[in-house]
């Protein structure tokens, strides 16, 4: 699939699906289309959309919606505003739509979607199912960056089953609450926070499947994702033991990706043979598991630091 500024290319992806029988085909859907609602729209005319509707994803993703219907909610969120602040220092710029932390940077005087201040925090979310009133806690993640120059904010990868405290859970609960009830939302859907000692801080909603779905072993998560879009929560009597963890292994050195590569096991999205992945590009992703997430966290990085050195041979 072609990309294109933060999304999916949308004649690319419209070309692929325009072999397909509407009558034969369900689409749900992941990230690459919060920035594109016309796209969703599309998708929605011609084919039976599981997933929230282009109305729910335009107005989660609208900075002015969304967070004026935080401050209707009474959830918590960094200071943010829509019109440049009076200085630079301090403030973040992120654009709307955008996934991976790629589209967040310090503010330098360049425009951008919106403004936020910047804070030292945690960065976490929640997994949940919701049916457009209620929900069901799949899990709690913890997140950690990747930075590099001109994106310090860089995904890096995230563990599962993280260990807060219950106060903070609660907090994080009820949030996702509070706006599934407001904004209809269904499905499987993920909240990021930046949690702070005492309360945790709403940053924004991925009102679609997750990179995080991949850290739970909970039974029939997919069809129960189907069930929930449908308005049909089914709820969670088991819960997955143990933690997993995935990290995006990030090249520094121009690396091609030959046969001679030995990739283990516990690697996944690995590239074609023959690709050349430039420095700062992602190569794979590590995946780890252990009893708790501090465990299958620092597995993954000894993991990562276990990839680089076995692809040493094939930097340029």
Known sequence: MDFSEGGFDADDLWRKLSVINPLDAIVTYGSGLENQPELLEKIS???SLLGNTPDVVARIKDPRRFFSLLDKLDIAYPDTRLNEPAEMAGWLVKETGGSGGT???????VPGGYYQRQMDGLPASVLFLADGKNIEVVGYNEQWLAPVPGKPFRYGG???????S???????VEAARKV?????????NSMDFLLMP?????????PRLSASFALYDTPNLFERHLQACRGKLMPLSERAAGSK???IYYTSYDVVATDGVKWPEWTADLPPAGTMCKAGEPVCTVLAQAHDARGAKELAFARAHQINAQLQPYFE
């Open 45 to 47: 005319r011609h084919f």
């Open 103 to 109: 589209h967040i940077r310090l503010w330098d005087g």
């Open 158 to 164: 995230a563990v599962g089953n993280a260990n807060f």
């Open 166 to 172: 219950s106060d903070i859970k609660a907090s994080m």
């Open 180 to 188: 599934v009830v407001a904004t209809s939302l269904r499905g499987l």
């Open 198 to 206: 005492e309360r945790a801080l709403v940053l924004e909603v991925n």
């Open 245 to 247: 963890a995935h990290l």
